[in-house]
């Protein structure tokens, strides 16, 4: 490689990763998907939303939306946080097969999981949700639903806030075709009902929040940090799953949404640890250093508020 096409291919590295989370071009203009829908092994599809906030620019696509092809229906995972988005998903769906969707997983109780239900509800199609994340929804719907108007203006028409059909408490068999699928909840994470779907015979999991990768991973009041990482030490790191869609970013191995997410929160765990020790307050804490982690998606919009709820959370441990 010469010298002078080694400094243009730094030149745009560094550009791409100058750009704010909000500025990150929509790849599929002509949906309102933010991404086409790609395969990432024979019959598991992934449409990968934008690794940045919510915006009228990815009208909320902001997390993956995947489906499964079974050869006697689809599963899809995630009602997207529109109608709109739910329907450009399910016209990417019909145009790849003609098998129809038997049914939605949603993989937790989020607005960009859940706010689609209606979409697919009237479309027949039974909609399933952990208990937990079900409560969430209807506690935070209203609120959901507000702000997806907001941003989103016209993209937000036709959602009406819809309860899952089914809902499922530590697992769901919903093998179908020639899918052995497991939805799994395996132990708190994330947020409520964090939902886990495994392929055991392809050793993939489509992991929903408990696994992020290329953008900082949100910390929510009330989410306890310890909790998720022993999740993740002792029941989703013990599958060994060779291929992962997570929550947010693109499909990638066990090692890549370790580093991002449960290193992650052993990080800024022992940050804070450490600034607590020294007797520093919450005021201080938010400016403990993360610089490792810099680099992600969403580091301006996230890391001070996360080591502030980390600190929170740790100050009464």
Known sequence: MTRSILLSLTAALWASTALASEDIADKYPQSVLYNKPVEVIPGVFTSIGATAPPTYENAGHNNNLSFIITGDGVVVINSGASYKLAEALHDEIKARTEQPVKLVIAENGQGHAM????????????????VDAAHEFEKDAGQGLQALQNYAQENAEGTVPKMPTLTFEDSYDASMGDFRIEVLHLGPAHSPGDTQVWLPDQSFMIAGDIAFSERMPPIFEGTCTSCWI?????????????????????PTNLAQVRRYTRDYLVYLRGQIGEHLEEGGDLTTSYYVDQSPYAH????EELATKNAGVVFSEMEWE
Do not use: K
């Open 115 to 130: 706010l689609g239900n209606n979409y697919w509800i009237d479309q027949g199609v039974p909609v399933l949700g952990h």
């Open 230 to 250: 022993e999740t993740w030490e002792t029941a989703f790191e013990a599958l060994e799953p060779t291929y992962v869609i997570p929550g947010h970013g693109h």
């Open 296 to 299: 992600l998606d969403t580091f």
